[in-house]
């Protein structure tokens, strides 16, 4: 996985201290990761499932007053070369509305083969099948807030 550029600059910048956030987002489900710069381990969280925007960010909202993050990261999907597509633009959507909803920082993470590579896991763990698909998504999340841990949190 890659860096990519924050939700306004196209620079990154490294997180505030404290609680973040991590997103895998998907037009249905959306994986939830929680971690902190002080520890520097992410862990999953939940998974929202639910097409409705308003759900969806009512649970976000929900998360946000309970974990009282410093910064959010979205992983940014991408095709395997870097190219973007439909579904990359949804997800800086996502991070804009993130950001202007609730007020904190938003960095983008390139998250190709994060669902691959939390299948793996989840595999190597036991759960294999149809019994990933309520944790792949959280799990993913959890990938991409790690790397994005890994990369700034213990620079």
């Known amino acids: 996985m890659q860096m990519a550029a924050s939700a306004k600059t196209p620079t990154q910048t490294?997180?505030?201290v404290g609680t973040l956030l991590g997103f895998d987002f998907g037009e249905r489900r959306i994986g939830v990761a929680v971690g902190d710069t002080l520890v520097g381990i992410a862990h999953p969280l939940q998974t929202i499932d639910s097409e409705s925007n308003d759900i969806r960010f009512a649970a976000i909202a929900r998360l946000i007053t309970e974990w009282k993050p410093a910064h959010l990261v979205v992983g940014l999907p991408t095709h395997l070369d870097g190219a973007e597509?439909?579904?990359t633009h949804l997800a800086r959507k996502f991070a804009r509305r993130l950001e202007g909803r609730f007020n904190l920082p938003v960095s983008l993470v390139d998250e190709r083969l994060s669902s691959v590579e939390a299948s793996q896991n989840l595999k190597q763990a036991g759960v294999a099948g149809r019994k990933q698909k309520p944790m792949l998504d959280q799990v993913a999340a959890q990938?991409?807030?790690?790397?994005y841990l890994d990369r700034y949190a213990t620079a």
Do not use: D, G, I, N
């Not at 990938?143 to 790397?147: G, S």
């Open 14 to 16: 490294a997180p505030s």
């Open 85 to 87: 597509h439909e579904l």
């Open 143 to 147: 990938l991409v807030l790690q790397h």
